[in-house]
């Protein structure tokens, strides 16, 4: 049992192994020179202090080759191991195997998406098991970074770049997923769940369903949930803000109130909140930005059925009392 074991969390990819290895490794290393260090270097000053005021100094050390030798081997072949374990594996993680299932990711102030090879998309990553997956990733806006400790894989998420990460998992369960790079306000709420399945049936059979209302699920109510699923409530909030909350983006809170209302944008021009409105800014949002607000919303994935519901959604806005 390796006593530094609370340090890690369960090893759940076929790369947590190695990394731990190598990880406690280097870190049995560090105590061990550090301890070596710290216990000569007290005593020697207990050994070699100055007995008297008086005393003169001590003739100077001379050259002692074998020991400076010994010293410098050692150390140069414990980290030139560290070198190579590292090298190897940082070259086995850049390298998806032909076979991988492969997910597209993408990050945007607060949230994740990741798309299937059905191009269908949700928030969670879900994981077939024992298959190895590659995640293909880009970020909509700023930095972000993929982290999911329990696979022991992490990298950077760029935007207008690609970056890749790929893991096996056996192991059925729930996992988290970390943003690991700060990105802003949000940043420690950015998380998501990965999933792997107890089978590939049970896979698959989600996969199926995925981006699909559930039968007896009204669009409005649908709506309220792709709100929150889709990332929209990062930035537009439904409810009162609260004193000296900083809105992100205009606020749906009402918004259905407004309809027939004018409104005015960062170029000077102004347009009638309708339908048509609500619609054209999902798909295109950069085109008409509210004044005092800036052009960050990203392009959502939706489908037409989650369009319709995020609608439904923002027309039953309009009793919220004033508190
Ligand atoms: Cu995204 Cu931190």
Redesign the pocket.
Known sequence: MNPLKWMLPPQKSNFAGDVDWLFYYITWVSIFFFVLILVLMIAFVIKYRRRDPNDPPGEGPEHHLPLEITWTVIPLILVIFMFYWGMVGANEMATPPANAYDIQVS????SWQFTYPNAKSDKDLHIPPGQPVVLTMT?QD????FYVPAFRVKND?VPKKYSKVWFTCDSPGDYQV???????T???N?RARAIVYESREAFEAKMAILDIRPEGRSLEEHGKIMHTDKGCAQCHITTTPKPGQILLAPSWRNLSRDFGQLREFTDGSRQIVDEAYVRESMRTPSKKIVAGFGPTMPVPTLTQDQEDSIVAFIKSLKDTPEE
């Open positions: 990050a945007q102030q607060w970020s700023v930095l972000h970074a998420i970390f943003c690991a790079e700060y990105c802003g949000d940043h420690s950015m």
